[in-house]
């Protein structure tokens, strides 16, 4: 893992979702950097920490392991692993307790020794239907 881009894909996650490190976004992020998501873009700083703030409010306890970088050049695609608990509403449903276990991919662009472009690749589908029926099971039983 010498180059750049695999150091800054693998710092993201470790340092930015797994640390909580606000200032690590600076960092790493370019101010005009786009972040294209399954559910829509997020633009610089500011528009990311939105996004992020979001899955934390709702997943206080995610964590986001690391499986493994790939990288050419200034690109570097990182496949990762995220759990927690959903504790907090996401996507319009409400806390249900349930655990999440999720697997994606981000694909990552450098340049001048920050992040620029992203591209995520991950079912948020299939983590709005498992939340979905967790809640419909939780309303059944109560």
């Not at 399954?38 to 528009?47: F, V």
């Not at 690391?66 to 608990?85: C, F, I, K, P, Y």
């Not at 662009?109 to 991950?122: A, T």
Request: aromatic share 8%; glycine share 12%; proline share 3%.
């Amino acid at each position: 893992m010498g180059n750049e881009a695999a150091t800054l894909g693998r710092r993201w996650f470790e340092e930015v979702w797994n640390d909580r490190n606000d200032k690590a976004i600076d960092e790493l992020l370019a101010a005009d950097a786009v972040a294209h998501m399954e559910g829509g873009d997020a633009h610089g700083p500011e528009g990311f920490r939105a996004v992020r703030q979001m899955f934390l409010d709702a997943l206080p306890d995610l964590y986001i392991a690391v499986e493994d970088v790939l990288s050419e050049g200034n690109q570097s695609v990182v496949r990762w692993h995220a759990t927690g608990t959903h504790q907090g509403e996401l996507f319009g449903i409400p806390p249900t307790g349930a655990r999440i276990d999720i697997r994606g991919m981000s694909w990552a662009v450098v340049r001048d020794g920050k992040l620029v472009e992203g591209f995520d690749s991950w079912n948020i589908g299939g983590l709005a239907e498992t939340l979905r029926t967790a809640a419909a099971v939780r309303a059944v039983s109560t």
